[in-house]
């Protein structure tokens, strides 16, 4: 970004007032300041100024060629996977684009407005067989919710408008994915109950843990068994856990659930608490 003319004058100044041949050709001493020893109207000072114009114009001049190529790289190359993360948060619900761009007009809008039209709070973008799938998904009560079919309808359109052309992409827009969790949890008697209660609070910390490990899973994120189970073990009171089963679903219907082996990514972008089956989860009092 070019510097401002004062801003490079008074750099010329100090250089000026540092050169060894002016101090003795004018007779100042070092370290005198240049305003102390020269008017504004002063020829060198008007020199100076002439300089200090000359070199901003030209900075102004690398700011504008960069912009240019900036821009024309911009139009000339195909985009990444980020880009499209990124345009995707960009969505903004209700506003046309600015006509020819993939910008949006904000002026004279307030911060919380921009905010609010802002509804795709969580985004991930892959490539398969020359397809790419846009999961998105937007905020309530900060976790991820689908978006309704008005939001959906008007950020396809959106896309067709950015997106560089020839290139398919899908948009995923859908409830959490579904967990089917089949567990024996050994607890310690003295601090949990048959319920997984704790004695001494009465929550259901077991099943907290449960719910913190799938809601903190990152948006794309890998749901991984072995994770859970340290999750759970980490409970107070729970002295062992066997995982005999773990399925998945992205609908969560009869016949539609797989066996996660190790671990699963879920096709909407996130799993849901609510959409987790845990009622297969039996305690068991632990004896040495």
Not at 66 to 88: C, G
């Amino acid at each position: 970004m070019a510097r401002t003319i004062d801003i490079i004058k008074t750099e010329l100044k100090q250089a000026f007032m540092q050169d060894a041949t002016l101090q003795n050709k004018y007779g100042f001493e070092p370290g005198t300041e240049f305003d102390d020893v020269f008017s504004k109207v002063a020829i060198e000072s008007i020199l100076l100024y002439i300089v200090a114009a000359a070199i901003w114009t030209l900075e102004k001049l690398f700011d504008t060629h960069t912009k240019e190529v900036t821009d024309y790289i911009a139009t000339m190359k195909p985009h990444s996977l980020r880009w499209y993360v990124e345009k995707a948060k960009a969505f903004m619900y209700g506003y046309p684009l600015i006509e020819g761009t993939d910008q949006y007009n904000t002026e004279g809008m307030e911060d919380e407005d921009i905010a609010a039209a802002k509804i795709v709070t969580f985004a991930a973008c892959t490539e398969s067989e020359a397809t790419l799938y846009l999961k998105v998904a937007r905020s309530v009560g900060g976790h991820p919710a689908a978006l309704d079919e008005s939001q959906k309808s008007a950020f396809k359109a959106y896309l067709q408008e950015i997106k560089d052309a020839g290139v398919r992409i899908d948009v995923i827009s859908e409830e959490g994915d579904y967990l089917k969790l089949d567990m024996v949890i050994y607890y310690d008697p003295l601090i949990l109950n048959e319920d997984g209660e704790n004695k001494s609070t009465g929550e259901k910390t077991v099943e907290n843990a449960i719910k913190q490990y799938i809601e903190n899973i990152p948006f794309n994120g890998e749901f991984r068994k072995n994770e859970l189970v340290d999750a759970i073990q980490a409970v107070p009171g729970v002295e062992m856990v066997e995982l005999n089963s773990c399925y998945h679903s992205e609908t969560g219907t009869t016949g539609t659930f797989e066996e996660v082996i190790a671990y699963c990514k879920p096709i909407s972008g996130y799993f849901k608490f609510e959409n987790a089956d845990i009622s297969q989860v039996i305690y068991r009092a632990y004896a040495d």
